[in-house]
């Protein structure tokens, strides 16, 4: 067994989780105040790298003053779509509101195609594409950094979650009762949560972006953010980097053996198979909170 090799699937299947991260922790800001999964983050991702070309290539803007007007921006529609749409289902049962978050990634697809079509463009960054070197192994530098927007974005809502506002956050995800009755406002919550993970898609989108261009496929990166969510637990962002690490590793490594076995697209089966056993095995993750109800 050729152990450089191993180490390099393990090491760049490492950085590549973290990316998956950035999907998983736009759905863990939602699901902690509002405990439904948004199937909508995806296209929030795809949203958000459309409109930083926008900015950038169409208007012209320096990428370091386009991405955090973009950021802004979609903060505003994070806002908007619990304000317009989610705050009309408070009460109603979980899954319509599932279904409503489900068709706004289709409505969200859908005008993208028509706005900027289906032709793949480039993000730009900059970044080089030289080979970088860590011994014998070698690492995507595109992938270096969107490991350390990830890890950085971890640190930051770590800290989010330990001030006044973090801690209103909290207490609207542990009973939304309770937060009512000392004053907490839980639809300002919910929007802040809707808001925060617009912003985090914007990261996801620049990065991603990067690495495969920008199109309607960016939004089908949500199954790999959802495994992770569930994997890590959907309400623990910590459990969304480590569950990221792990399926990262898992995939780029069982990839390797198991491609050849059965001639390719082994990719989507593993990660298709972490869902499903996660789900079946321990269901509320490897860090979520398992609450036990009285019957």
């Not at 105040?33 to 991702?45: D, E, F, I, K, M």
């Not at 199109?215 to 992770?228: E, Y």
Request: proline letters at 2%; zero cysteines.
């Amino acid at each position: 067994m050729d152990w450089v090799f191993l180490s390099e699937l393990a090491i760049n299947g490492v950085l590549t989780g973290l990316l998956y991260s950035l999907f998983a922790i736009g759905l863990v800001l939602i699901y902690k105040a509002s405990s439904v999964p948004n199937l909508a983050q995806g296209g929030l991702t795809m949203v958000g790298a459309y409109v930083v070309l926008a900015l950038s290539h169409d208007a012209g803007l320096p990428l370091w003053l386009a991405i955090p007007l973009a950021a802004l921006i979609m903060f505003g529609l994070g806002f908007g779509i619990e304000r317009v749409a989610l705050r009309r289902l408070a009460g109603r049962p979980v899954v319509m509101i599932l279904m409503l978050t489900l068709g706004l990634d289709i409505f969200l697809r859908g005008t993208t195609l028509a706005i900027w079509g289906g032709t793949s463009r480039s993000m730009e960054l900059g970044v080089s594409y030289d080979p970088l070197f860590l011994g014998d192994i070698f690492i995507s530098r595109i992938h270096l950094v969107g490991a350390g927007v990830a890890l950085a974005l971890f640190v930051a809502f770590m800290l989010f979650f330990r001030t006044r506002t973090g801690i209103k956050l909290r207490a609207i995800a542990d009973d939304y009762m309770a937060s009512w009755s000392v004053g907490i406002s839980v639809e300002r919550g919910v929007g802040l949560s809707w808001a925060l993970a617009s912003v985090v898609a914007v990261a996801a989108g620049v990065i991603w972006g990067e690495i495969q261009g920008v199109d309607q496929a960016l939004s089908l990166l949500l199954l790999k953010g959802l495994t992770v969510a569930v994997l890590g637990g959907l309400d623990s962002i910590l459990g969304a980097v480590i569950a990221g690490i792990i399926l990262g590793v898992v995939e780029n490594v069982g990839a390797d053996f198991l491609d050849p076995l059965v001639g390719g697209g082994s990719r989507e089966l593993i990660v298709a198979a972490v869902l499903i056993l996660t789900v079946m095995i321990r269901p509320h993750g490897l860090f979520g909170r398992h609450d036990i109800e009285r019957v």
